[in-house]
Every structure is written in structure tokens, then in C-alpha cells.
């Protein structure tokens, strides 16, 4: 497993991120949130547009590679005291095989390049597995948090914080 991070003047590796995002979060939450409020979100957080703004706005991506081969993506924002963790998916196929560890690991070190020792990411209160992987990683709950995203959607989330 590799990563590769994405730049803003690589529309084709943007355009990747979009497909591989949309696809992973289509399986995902279609089941969790439904069909109508996730596409809703992946044209707000994953569409070509969304990720271009979130790059010119300070987000570092990676594209989670197997031998060359897209298998999810990681999307990361600075914050003054802590790394925040705004995207972690693979693919089905991928969980459960200890690479969540290796992206953790990934995570870590950029945390601690920018002299940060915590990070935080928020999970869906129903996304039971992902609960279960993060736990299992040793983040732990800090929080509940209820966030509007437009258009009548919320996230309803619980917040998790990892100790460097």
C-alpha cells in the first residue's frame, strides 16, 4: 500500500479523487443516510468542485493506492491545536486488513511534522463499523455533535480524539 497526495494543478488525480470518493461514500452511506441526503453530500464534499475548493482552502489529500490501484483516500485539515481528520475511507473489499493502521500511521507523522500531538474526526452515531475500526485503532469519544449541512441535512455525528 502507497499514498499519493493531491495537488491542486493535477485535475486528473482531483478527478480520481472525486470517483474513487464517490463511489466508496455511495456504498457507504447510501444505507445510513439515504440515497437523497448522500448525494447531497458527495456533490458538497466530493465532487470535482468540492475537493478543488478544499485544496485552494488548506486540505491535504492522499489517494490510498494497492500496486498502482486507487483503494480509498484520506482527506486532512490543520487546525491551530490538533489534526483534524476530515476523510478516511477504502473500499469494501480493503477493510478489515490492518490498513487502517498504515493510514494511521501516515496521519501521525504529519500531525507531528506540523508540532501537532492529537487528532480529532467526527463519525456518523450509525456508522457502526467505522465506531468499531476507530475505537479498535484507540480513538476515543470525546463528543456529540450536531452539524447542519444546508439544504434541511444534518450530520449526526460523535466526535473522537487520538492522543500522539
Known sequence: MTFKQIYLENKNDIETLSKIATAIIREHYDPIVGHEQNTYMIDRFQSVHAITSQLENGYIYFLVLEKDTPIGFVGLILKQDYLYISKLYLQKDFRG????????????????????????????????????????????????????????????????????
Open 97 to 164: 486488513q490492518g490498513r487502517s493502521k498504515d493510514i494511521l500511521g501516515l496521519i501521525i507523522d504529519i500531525a507531528k511534522k506540523n508540532g501537532l500531538n492529537r487528532l480529532e474526526l467526527n463519525v456518523n452515531k450509525y456508522n457502526y463499523n467505522s465506531i468499531k475500526a476507530y475505537e479498535h485503532l484507540g480513538f476515543k469519544r470525546i463528543r456529540d455533535e450536531v452539524n447542519d449541512i444546508g439544504n434541511g441535512y444534518v450530520m449526526d455525528d460523535y466526535v473522537y480524539e487520538y492522543s500522539i
